[in-house]
């Protein structure tokens, strides 16, 4: 058997190299974090960069300080159902807009389709005053009811995420051959039917990004949800560990544990999901 000696190109190879730089100077922040998060309060400004062992600085203090301050549950469940309402609707919504500007032709269609382009190019911070004003109006914001504040983020966090994933989602749908939709059609389905037999399986991968996107942007989301949650049942978790920052102050093993505990698993499920996020944007980007 002939070997073949592989040669890398000088352009790839730095390409590689600055890759390489790229990604730790992104993970090694998080592992010092992490680091500091067992070592104890009076030895992380003397001594940051070592690795605590037992004996010489190593303590779970940090963590037990913060599970018997801070309520990280009642956090956890309100970052949760906002971001999972967040999700389900984009995806629900989103996935039907998407569907019907690719394959129905009326009249409007294209400046809808401007629209939802143009609705990338305003930020959040320039809409949270009138959105405010007309929340208030319906009585949802502010009221000090939970149900009603939680609502009140999540109405502005869907309607956010919703042109982005119209987008993403109008890429894929597009590559779907419409044979198989002219072959359900011939069988006696519906266009329900249709787009949730044949559209949402065949383009699962694209359907999986746009969650993932939605979700993260929903639970990382602090400016819309320090505006609107104002009482402390309300508080989610990114308000939970703002509100940790300004409390410990010069506590760094304690703000550690915290951003440890509120990270970690975002970060598993974002590792864990992160073949269906870069197959859902390739595979939109490139049959679209």
């Known amino acids: 058997m002939n070997s073949k000696k592989m040669r890398l190109h000088p352009a790839a190879l730095a390409t590689y190299l600055v890759l390489i730089f790229w990604a730790c100077t992104t993970v090694y922040p998080f592992l010092w974090v992490i680091l500091n998060s067992f070592r104890e309060k009076g030895r992380i400004r003397s001594d940051s960069f070592s690795i605590p062992l037992p004996g010489s600085g190593f303590t779970l203090d940090n ?38 500007l690719v394959r129905y032709r009326f009249r409007g269609r294209k400046l809808l389709y401007s629209l939802i382009m143009a609705g990338m190019m305003f930020p959040v911070f320039s809409t949270i005053i009138p959105v405010f004003r007309m929340e208030a109006a319906w009585h949802i914001a502010s009221t000090g009811n939970r149900w009603l504040s939680l609502l009140s983020v999540i ?15 109008m890429g894929f749908i597009q590559s779907v051959p419409i044979d198989l939709e002219e072959s359900a059609y011939l069988d006696g389905c519906n266009v329900f039917q249709v787009y949730f037999h044949i559209i949402v399986p065949t383009a699962r991968s694209s359907f999986a990004t746009v969650a993932i996107f939605s979700f993260l942007w929903s639970y990382n989301d602090l400016f819309t949800q320090n505006f609107f949650l104002r009482f402390p049942a309300e508080k989610t978790i990114t308000l939970l ?39 859902g944007l390739t595979a939109g980007a490139i049959k679209g």
Do not use: H
């Open 155 to 169: 109405l502005p966090q869907i309607a956010g995420n919703l042109c982005f994933a119209i987008i993403v989602l």
């Open 241 to 279: 560990l703002n509100e940790i920052s300004s409390q410990a102050g010069v506590n760094y093993g304690l703000m550690a544990a915290s951003v440890v505990i509120i990270v970690i698993p975002v970060l598993a499920v974002y590792i864990a999901l992160q073949k269906n996020i870069i197959k």
């Open 63 to 100: 963590y037990r300080t913060a599970m018997e301050r801070f309520d990280f549950g009642s956090a956890y469940a309100n970052s949760l159902i906002v971001s999972v309402t967040v999700t389900a609707a984009v995806v629900l919504i989103a996935g039907l807009a998407a569907y019907g």
